[in-house]
């Protein structure tokens, strides 16, 4: 089993920025990617952005640009920079981890909560 737990969700304005941690243990040998998902009221679960351990990205076409995630191997943890953020950003946003990529993921964070206000 894999356990994740993110930290760093709250509330900004828009044009803003927030970063988000996610830190994993547990049988994190048998992980192959890390990632990002957010689900905003009435919406479904979408992916945000996603890295494998071998440092491919790949990002939903409405961050890129704004958003970059990236990996500490050492700390066995995932981020997310946020910046330019929007108020369509505003989700609950969830960490992933899959254990053979391109696949759906395989455990999940309980997620942390960010809202951008206009």
């Known amino acids: 089993q894999v356990q994740l737990v993110e930290s760093g969700g709250g509330l900004v304005q828009a044009g803003g920025s927030l970063r988000l941690s996610c830190a994993a243990s547990?049988?994190?040998?048998?992980?192959?990617?890390m990632g990002w998902y957010r689900q905003a009221p009435g919406n479904q679960r979408e992916l945000v952005a996603h890295?494998?351990?071998?440092?491919?990205?790949n990002y939903a076409d409405s961050v890129k640009g704004r958003f970059t995630i990236s990996r500490d191997n050492a700390k066995n943890t995932v981020l997310l920079q946020m910046n330019s953020l929007k108020p369509e950003d505003t989700a609950v946003y969830y960490c992933a981890a899959y254990k053979r990529v391109g696949t759906h993921p395989d455990y999940w964070g309980q997620g942390t909560q960010v809202t951008v206000s206009s």
């Open positions: 890295i494998t351990n071998r440092g491919n990205t």
């Open positions: 547990g049988s994190i040998f048998s992980i192959n990617a």
